[in-house]
């Protein structure tokens, strides 16, 4: 089956610092999206990037990009310039041809003023 | 993107009682999913509602506590039967529609609270 794991708990940064979440995976497919999504305390999961795991190129959208390692089978999220209102959880999510989302953990962000 | 309307948004229950879900969606969509998220933590899937057919349980979720109806291409809903405290958590509904865009969009969720 395959798992998400998100090894770091929680993360703090300052505003306007660039701060790094951390993703693996593990999966036998070799067509996939992964994806990050934000829940803030309102409960919204909001879709943040995705990434095709097809594509070699890194997604990035704004202020967040992803470095994608297909090989190490990694998938971390760099937020750059944060933002107060980055604070939320994050999680990380992969899908295959069963289009079920399987979720990490989760990594809880606060960005200090 | 598809807009989602989930309906109570919040309600507290008393234990042994039901409580049904409700999903709406903007727009005709082929999958329909339901989700949990206990408190703190991540989410795991329940089941897969599509149109026309019976939903698909994931393991170590059956019908009996977690029945699903999904009427047409843009609603369904998902009671909690027999509640307990144990059942105290968010549950998402999520849709999909893979032949625009592979991505998932939630609703905002109903937090859920037995006493």
């Known amino acids: 089956a395959q798992t998400v794991t998100q090894s770091q708990p929680e993360m703090s940064v300052q505003e306007a610092e660039t701060v790094t979440l951390s993703c693996t995976y593990d999966t036998s497919e070799s067509d996939y999206y992964l994806f990050w999504y934000k829940q803030p305390p309102s409960r919204q999961m909001i879709l943040v990037i995705r990434q095709e795991a097809y594509k070699q190129q890194n997604a990035t959208e704004n202020r967040f990009s992803v470095n994608f390692q297909k090989a190490a089978k990694s998938f971390s999220l760099k937020i750059s310039d944060s933002q107060l209102g980055d604070a939320a959880m994050y999680f990380c999510?992969?899908?295959?041809?069963?289009?079920?989302?399987?979720f990490g953990k989760g990594t809880k962000l606060t960005v200090n003023p | 993107s598809a807009v989602i309307s989930q309906k109570p948004s919040r309600d507290i229950c008393q234990r042994g009682t039901s409580l049904t879900i409700q999903c709406q969606v903007d727009?005709?969509?082929?999958?329909m999913f339901w989700y949990r998220q206990q408190p703190g933590q991540s989410l795991t899937l329940i089941a897969t509602?599509?149109?026309?057919?019976?939903?698909?349980?994931e393991s170590g979720f059956v019908i009996d506590k977690f029945p699903i109806s999904r009427p047409n291409l843009t609603f369904s809903t998902l009671t909690v039967s027999n509640m307990s405290p144990e059942d105290s958590s968010i549950y998402l509904c999520?849709?999909?529609?893979?032949?625009?865009?592979?991505?998932?969009?939630f609703g905002q969720g109903t937090r859920l609270t037995v006493v």
């Open positions: 999520s849709v999909e529609d893979s032949r625009r865009i592979t991505e998932a969009f």
């Open positions: 999510a992969y899908m295959d041809g069963s289009e079920k989302l399987v």
């Open positions: 727009s005709q969509v082929t999958m």
């Open positions: 509602a599509n149109q026309g057919s019976e939903a698909t349980y």
